[in-house]
């Protein structure tokens, strides 16, 4: 099997995570699980039994733990044994990849040259590699490692595939924008006058949208959500729950007119609980359980830009590298503390005005309309 060098190869820091995870896996051999908390849970595991993993379009490569020789038996599918690699080295090589990339400055890194040697030892040439195909029919586009682990608890043995998220390098996103993620706001008491000058807005080169803000405050311009921009994003949306573009663009609303701080997703939603603007009974449960649901759907496939089947593209949940290199997950059977520890952990994020395609005015049959576009992403500090 032909292997390339990964020497050289920049990747961001969240992007070398999912090679790290490979590494860190198969030389422990274990998986904690996480409390609502994200504080490790020392009497629920997984024993990892095996990573499966796709190099090219031909290639799918067993990595299995031998524990009676602690060794690592390298299987190409098809085509049987290609190696076996001490536990051990997989530990040590782990560490060494975190200690490099964290001592490393930059967004865009290299590996150090111990592991990309390493890596080429044990078939590695794409450190974050494509989704297995076989595997991706069953479980969808949204995991970044395979596993077949046995459950400490209850002894059961399965195939899942996790997404890895890195706390050791930028926070990472729960829901990307886009060009197609904007609601749409109808404006009261605008003039085309007024659309010139908001439009030309600027502040040291960027968008300056704190001046914005206050340009629509100044010239008592008001504004009403009227409709979600992408129709994809409308339906997907609706897939979560009928209310939930009005929800979001609520939140939206308030993250980039109305707060002044704490844009955190559960802040967030007790202020929209105190205004219940859809009128809801019992508003505490409803909206909290709505913006669940969103953040599980955003997490588990869906995008806003891609037509989406409602369905968890996540089988066996999510795994994070901490600070200090600990590698802990959620799986399926912890979907409730999961869903507990995105709510709290996650906010709303202010994104580039002019990457994304919002903040400036548009006048539409002789209305007047403006954008406004946010991302979810995890906060830094835990709780």
């Known amino acids: 099997m032909k292997v390339e060098s990964i020497e050289g190869k920049k990747l961001n820091k969240g992007e070398w995570a999912e090679f790290y995870v490979l590494l860190k896996l198969l030389g422990e051999g274990r998986l904690y699980t996480a409390d609502s908390k994200l504080r490790k849970d020392s009497e629920s595991f997984l024993d990892i039994l095996k990573v499966i993993r796709q190099e090219d379009d031909t290639s799918v490569l067993e990595y299995v733990i031998d524990r009676d020789n602690n060794q690592v038996v390298i299987n190409e599918q ?6 076996s690699i001490p ?12 200690d490099g990339i964290n001592k490393t400055k930059g967004n865009s890194v290299p590996a150090p040259k ?29 995991s970044d490692i395979f596993i077949e682990a046995r459950d400490g608890k209850t002894s059961v043995t399965s195939v899942m595939g996790f997404s890895i998220k890195s706390r050791f390098g930028q926070n990472p996103t729960l829901f990307n924008a886009g ?15 007024l659309m010139t000058e908001f439009n030309a807005i600027s502040d040291g080169g960027g968008r300056g949208w704190g001046l914005c803000k206050e340009y629509l405050l100044l010239h008592g311009i008001t504004m009403q959500f009227t ?12 897939l979560v729950r009928e209310s939930m573009s009005k929800i979001l663009a609520w939140c939206a609303k308030d993250r980039l007119i109305d707060s002044q701080s704490d ?4 802040e967030t939603v007790k202020r929209m609980t105190a205004a219940n603007p859809l009128h809801v009974p019992n508003a505490p449960v409803y909206y909290e359980k709505a913006m669940k649901d969103f953040l599980m759907a955003g997490f588990t496939g869906m995008t806003a830009g891609k037509v989406w089947d409602g369905k968890e593209q996540v089988n066996g949940g999510y795994i994070v590298v901490m600070d200090d290199g600990d590698v802990l997950c959620y799986h399926s059977n ?3 503390a999961f869903r507990d520890y995105l709510y709290k952990n996650t906010y709303f994020e202010y994104v580039s005005a002019d990457k994304y395609c919002w903040s400036r005015i548009q006048k539409i049959d002789g209305e007047y309309y403006l ?3 946010i991302s979810v992403r995890f906060n830094k500090k835990i709780r």
């Open 263 to 266: 844009y955190e997703v559960l």
């Open 78 to 83: 098809g085509k049987g044994t290609l190696d």
């Open 371 to 373: 954008p406004l576009n």
């Open 227 to 238: 409709q979600t921009q992408n129709p994809i994003y409308n339906d997907n949306l609706f």
């Open 87 to 98: 536990a051990a080295d997989f530990a040590d090589n782990a560490q060494i990849l975190f």
């Open 179 to 193: 060009s197609s993620s904007q609601f749409l706001y109808k404006l009261e008491n605008c003039n085309d006058e």
């Open 334 to 336: 912890d979907r409730e």
């Open 114 to 142: 111990a592991v990309c040697d390493f890596a080429k030892e044990i078939y590695v040439s794409k450190p974050k590699a494509p989704s297995v195909k076989t595997l991706k029919k069953q479980f969808g586009g949204k």
